[in-house]
């Protein structure tokens, strides 16, 4: 099915699929009609084989026809899936190629008729019982390719999403990072080269100090760093790793999230790919200020000078609030937008800054006060 929507300029409107197409799998393609271009994001809310949280990721403009994920997990109370959309006028298949951190690796070939959505439970596939991997998918005709996680880790239920990265690159960054209040932070590696390689990983605190550590990474595998190990607790830390080949990275978090005017703690977990480099600019489609929801501003300035983020937030009725918020030299400022623009708003936001940073934009929440989680994203740059 298809419909037409009208935006305003520099306006944010929301759309509850479930309207749209009740009780369904489906894939979602959005474009423009009058050349206008738009940023569009699919938060998803869920009560997930007992599993409750969401999570949130911004689209992509191409499909590809090879893609990686540095993530995945089968141990344990985690179901791990690799979504895989078609949209070609033909049939399709895919080869999905498992790297398992011990070097072995696992493929399976998965049907896609055309214009179709097929996924897979990496939990399903012999071989796959109980390990850490990596994921690298080909086919001849481009797809989008996305991998949910859904789990309880540490008595903490959620779920977490990615896209897929379409190539690997020697230089990444993650704005956000936490190592406090029962936070976890993890950075999965993944290494597709025939070779092995060193991450070289660079620590950035809100203080302007920082921490390095230099991480090897087998051929045709993936490597995991529990940063609470590294830095420390009580961290607020940003990160920058360059590769000696390039390498594709990702930052799951696991969270107790202790909310100010509520007494229970909100579990779960979030999940990036990194950013591919700094940008001058950085746009978000979803933010909500509301009840049982709290929403943050991660900046990263990777610089040896100080710079400044010019932040445009845009609400659904078509006004704007702006604010300057200066950023150290190799550190991170994060911004709590809910006391900025106060409670009750459906917010998207323009970062522009006067050099290149890295930009998340972290949730926590309580939908509709039962389910609790997290979601984050990487702001899409232009």
């Not at 944010?12 to 569009?40: H, M, Q, Y």
Request: hydrophobic share 35%; proline share 5%.
């Amino acid at each position: 099915m298809s419909r037409k929507v009208r935006v305003e300029g520099r306006s944010r409107l929301t759309i509850n699929a479930e309207k749209d197409v009740p009780d369904r799998s489906f894939g979602v393609s959005i474009a423009s009609l009058n050349g206008v271009g738009i940023i569009a994001e699919r938060a998803m809310y869920f009560n997930y084989r007992g599993r409750q949280g969401g999570h949130c990721s911004a689209a992509v403009s191409r499909p590809a026809i090879r893609q990686y994920l540095a993530e995945g997990y089968t141990g344990g109370d985690f179901d791990t899936w690799i979504c895989l959309a078609n949209p070609n006028e033909e049939a399709a298949t895919a080869r999905l190629v498992f790297s398992r951190e011990d070097g072995s690796e696992v493929t399976l070939d998965a049907h896609l008729p055309a214009l179709s959505r097929v996924s897979v439970r990496a939990n399903d596939v012999p071989g796959l019982g109980k390990c850490s991997f990596a994921t690298r998918v080909e086919c001849p005709l481009p797809l989008f390719v996305e991998r949910s996680v859904y789990f309880v880790y540490k008595n903490r239920a959620g779920g977490t999403n990615c896209n897929a990265q379409e190539s690997p690159q020697e230089r990444t960054f993650f704005a956000e990072g936490y190592t406090g209040f029962i936070f976890e932070v993890w950075l999965c590696l993944q290494n597709p080269n025939a070779v092995p390689t060193t991450a070289h990983i660079t620590y950035m605190f809100s203080d302007g100090t920082t921490q390095t550590q230099d991480v090897g990474i087998g051929a045709t595998t993936r490597q995991t760093v529990n940063v609470n190990e590294v830095v420390g607790d009580e961290r607020d830390v940003s990160m920058m790793i360059t590769a000696d080949h390039p390498i594709v990275a990702e930052r799951p978090m696991y969270f107790f999230y202790k909310p100010f005017e509520y007494l229970l703690d909100w579990s779960g977990g979030h999940d990036v790919v990194g950013a591919t480099s700094p940008q001058t600019t950085f746009l978000f489609a979803e933010g909500y200020t509301g009840a049982g929801f709290e929403e943050w501003l991660c900046l990263q300035n990777p610089n040896p000078d100080p710079t400044t983020a010019h932040i445009t937030y845009m609400f659904a009725d078509g006004t704007t609030q702006t604010q300057d918020v200066g950023i150290g030299a190799t550190t991170r400022q994060t911004v709590n937008v809910n006391d900025v623009v106060g409670p009750g708003r459906n917010v998207s936001v323009k970062i522009e800054a006067d050099d290149p940073i890295v930009a998340e934009r972290p949730m926590y929440f309580i939908y509709k006060g039962a389910w609790s989680g997290g979601h984050d994203v990487i702001g899409y740059t232009p």
